[in-house]
C-alpha cells in the first residue's frame, strides 16, 4: 500500500512540475518567433510520436496499416473533417484485407 502511495505522488510531482516551471521562469511575454513557433509545434509533433507507431501496427498486416495511413494523410492534405479522414481510411484497410482474403 505504501508503493502505491509513493508512486502515485511522484507521478503527481512528475506531472506538475512541468506544468509549473514554465510559469516560474517565464513570468514575461515570450516575444522570440523562433521559441514561440517551437512551443506552438510541440503538441503536434508529440502526439504524432505517440500514434505513429500504433497506426502501424494497429491492423494484421503492415500493407494494410500502410495504406489505411496514406488514405488519412491524403484526406488531411486537402483538409477534410476528422470524421471523414477517420471513416474513409478505416474503410480503406477493410477494402484492402477484404482483397487479400480473396
Do not use: H, W
Amino acid at each position: 500500500m505504501n508503493r502505491i502511495i509513493i508512486a502515485v505522488l511522484i507521478m503527481a510531482f512528475v506531472t506538475y512540475l512541468p506544468r509549473v516551471l514554465p510559469i516560474a521562469f517565464f513570468q514575461k511575454r515570450i516575444t522570440s518567433k523562433i521559441f514561440k513557433s517551437f512551443l506552438y509545434y510541440v503538441p503536434f509533433a508529440v502526439l504524432g510520436a505517440m500514434t505513429f507507431p500504433d497506426i502501424l501496427f494497429s491492423t494484421s498486416s503492415i500493407c494494410s496499416a500502410f495504406i489505411g495511413t496514406m488514405v488519412a494523410l491524403i484526406l488531411a492534405y486537402f483538409e477534410q473533417g476528422l470524421v471523414k479522414v477517420a471513416i474513409c481510411s478505416v474503410l480503406a484497410v477493410y477494402l484492402f484485407n477484404l482483397l487479400l482474403a480473396y
